[in-house]
C-alpha cells in the first residue's frame, strides 16, 4: 500500500466558491478565470477576474481558509480586476492500493 498525500476536495472547492462568489458579488467579475496547481506540498489555485478590482478586502474570506484549511491569502489588483491567490497545504494523507498490473 502506497500513501500519497491529498487536500481535501472540500478546500479546493471551497476556495474556488468563495473566490467567484467575491468576485462576482464585490467586484460584479463577469469572466473569472480558475489556475489550480498540485505540488507534493501544497495546491494552488488563482482566480483571475475581470471585475472592478479589490475594494478593502475580505476579511471574511482570509479568516475561513486561513482558519479551515491553514491557507495562505492574497489579494492583489489586476488591469482590469484582481487576482486571488490561495495556497493550501498538502497534509492528508489517504492510503491507496497499488495498481494491481504494475509489479
Known sequence: MTMVGVVG????NEA???GI???VHHGRARC???HIRYTNQTVSIQLVDDGDGPGRG???L???LMTRFDAGWSLTPADPGSVLQV???Q??????EPNPATP
Request: aromatic share 0%; charged share 25%.
Open 9 to 12: 476536495a472540500s478546500g479546493v
Open 16 to 18: 474556488e466558491e468563495l
Open 21 to 23: 462568489a467575491n468576485a
Open 32 to 34: 473569472i478565470r480558475i
Open 58 to 60: 475580505s476579511p471574511g
Open 62 to 64: 482570509r479568516a475561513r
Open 87 to 89: 495556497s493550501i497545504p
Open 91 to 96: 497534509k492528508v494523507s489517504v492510503p491507496r
